[in-house]
């Protein structure tokens, strides 16, 4: 295989070439999670992977808990299917925890804060209510409890790695919490060696081919766990060393099937570039910087190779889309910037207007 190549099965597995689902919560569950910090980001990142589906659609979706959004992995927003919230959390928790400690420490939360925060956030949010995050700061400080700085972003992540709270639907542009055991009346668990087999499966078949180190980065599980996850998917999955490194992949996928042109409007921290810890295989080093080292900028993706960089601005009824190749010898095909220029434009239902 070369960068080419792996890159080209990437996009397929990943659903941005050849979707194979028609909802967000099928697309969700593939995909095992799909990082959600930047919600409107996120939202396009599951867009580029459904044809046909528009931001209200997924909107709808999130605002009625068919998809969720919480921290789950590294830590950080994810979305994430109801069914599997439960096991995840129960794996990825404890991890979380550990590497927050330092944190809490830091800024003065102890057990005891942790308790009395969550007793409060628990008590407010029963019997169905959703409240935003500053509605709930108003209740933990008349319960004396400091949320100054960055403290509130901390107690609510602990009620969320706990299974207490997750995403409610959004009132207006707000987000809210909800009780996970109201939003998802039976979270499905497993125990630790089968929820490891099931993320380790969940991350191959759909960002493979990648190495054993890239799933670490994206899971934080250890090495030990990561191997032991291969080991009880290795009916599932093959794989080939490149450079003394092994890629892991699908045993189903077909190694034969030549590369396709195409390009793709990816979001910031779409999992095509997140998930994985050497990204060499899709971006060149000089284009890191242009880049924000393919994660923290909207990024084209041009047969599988990030090469340039995008930007949207939206208006009432119209949207305005402009590309910046990283050089000026990269021409861009004009034909397949307009067709995903087009796509984007379907997608939040505006207008597209073109750049002068």
Same mark, same amino acid.
């Given at each position: 295989?070369?960068?080419?190549?792996?890159?080209?099965?990437?996009?397929?597995?990943?659903?941005?070439?050849?979707?194979?689902?028609?909802?967000?919560?099928?697309?969700?569950?593939w995909m095992g999670c799909i990082q959600a910090q930047d919600f409107a980001a996120a939202k396009w990142a599951i867009g580029n992977r459904i044809n046909g589906i528009t931001e209200a659609e997924i909107d709808r979706q999130f605002n009625d808990g068919?998809?969720?959004?919480?921290?789950?992995?590294?830590?950080?927003?994810?979305?994430?299917?109801?069914?599997?919230?439960?096991?995840?959390?129960?794996?990825?928790?404890?991890?979380?925890?550990?590497?927050?400690?330092?944190?809490?420490?830091?800024?003065?939360?102890?057990?005891?804060?942790?308790?009395?925060?969550?007793?409060?956030?628990?008590?407010?949010?029963?019997?169905?209510?959703?409240?935003?995050?500053?509605?709930?700061?108003?209740?933990?400080?008349?319960?004396?409890?400091?949320?100054?700085?960055?403290?509130?972003?901390?107690?609510?992540?602990?009620?969320?790695?706990?299974?207490?709270?997750?995403?409610?639907?959004?009132?207006?542009?707000?987000?809210?919490?909800?009780?996970?055991?109201?939003?998802v009346p039976d979270t499905h668990v497993m125990d630790h060696e089968a929820a490891i087999a099931e993320l380790t499966k969940r991350y191959f078949l759909s960002r493979g081919p990648a190495t054993l180190q890239d799933f670490t980065w994206w899971s934080?599980?250890? /090495?030990?766990? #990561?191997?032991?996850?291969?080991?009880? *998917?290795?009916?599932?999955?093959?794989?080939?060393?490149? !450079? @003394? =490194?092994?890629?892991?992949?699908?045993?189903?996928?077909?190694?034969?099937?030549?590369?396709?042109?195409?390009?793709?409007?990816?979001?910031?921290?779409?999992?095509?570039?997140?998930?994985?810890?050497?990204?060499?295989?899709? /971006?060149?080093? #000089?284009?890191?910087?242009?880049?924000? *080292?393919?994660?923290?900028?909207?990024?084209?993706?041009? !047969? @599988? =190779?990030?090469?340039?960089?995008?930007?949207?601005?939206?208006?009432?009824?119209?949207?305005?889309?402009?590309?910046?190749?990283?050089?000026?010898?990269?021409?861009?095909?004009?034909?397949?910037?307009?067709?995903?220029?087009?796509?984007?434009?379907?997608?939040?239902?505006?207008?597209?207007?073109?750049?002068?």
């Amino acid at each position: 295989m070369t960068s080419r190549t792996i890159a080209h099965h990437r996009l397929i597995n990943q659903q941005i070439t050849g979707a194979d689902f028609s909802e967000p919560d099928e697309l969700i569950r593939w995909m095992g999670c799909i990082q959600a910090q930047d919600f409107a980001a996120a939202k396009w990142a599951i867009g580029n992977r459904i044809n046909g589906i528009t931001e209200a659609e997924i909107d709808r979706q999130f605002n009625d808990g068919i998809i969720l959004r919480t921290h789950i992995l590294r830590p950080t927003w994810h979305f994430v299917s109801p069914e599997d919230i439960g096991w995840i959390l129960k794996l990825s928790a404890p991890k979380i925890k550990v590497f927050n400690k330092t944190l809490h420490r830091k800024l003065g939360i102890d057990e005891n804060t942790l308790t009395r925060s969550k007793h409060i956030i628990a008590k407010a949010l029963m019997d169905g209510k959703q409240l935003t995050r500053e509605q709930l700061i108003v209740l933990l400080k008349k319960g004396k409890i400091n949320t100054d700085d960055i403290r509130s972003n901390f107690l609510m992540m602990d009620a969320e790695l706990d299974g207490m709270i997750c995403s409610g639907a959004r009132h207006g542009k707000q987000f809210t919490y909800a009780l996970l055991e109201e939003r998802v009346p039976d979270t499905h668990v497993m125990d630790h060696e089968a929820a490891i087999a099931e993320l380790t499966k969940r991350y191959f078949l759909s960002r493979g081919p990648a190495t054993l180190q890239d799933f670490t980065w994206w899971s934080k599980l250890n /090495l030990s766990e #990561a191997k032991m996850g291969i080991e009880m *998917n290795k009916k599932l999955l093959a794989h080939e060393v490149i !450079n @003394g =490194q092994a890629y892991w992949f699908s045993s189903d996928m077909d190694l034969r099937q030549k590369p396709k042109n195409s390009l793709h409007l990816l979001p910031a921290f779409d999992e095509y570039t997140v998930a994985y810890k050497d990204r060499s295989d899709i /971006l060149k080093p #000089a284009y890191h910087k242009q880049s924000g *080292n393919g994660i923290f900028k909207p990024v084209i993706m041009l !047969n @599988g =190779q990030i090469a340039g960089t995008w930007k949207r601005t939206e208006y009432k009824s119209k949207v305005l889309l402009e590309t910046y190749p990283f050089s000026a010898k990269d021409q861009l095909p004009e034909q397949l910037i307009k067709k995903a220029a087009e796509k984007y434009a379907r997608f939040v239902e505006k207008e597209l207007v073109e750049a002068n």
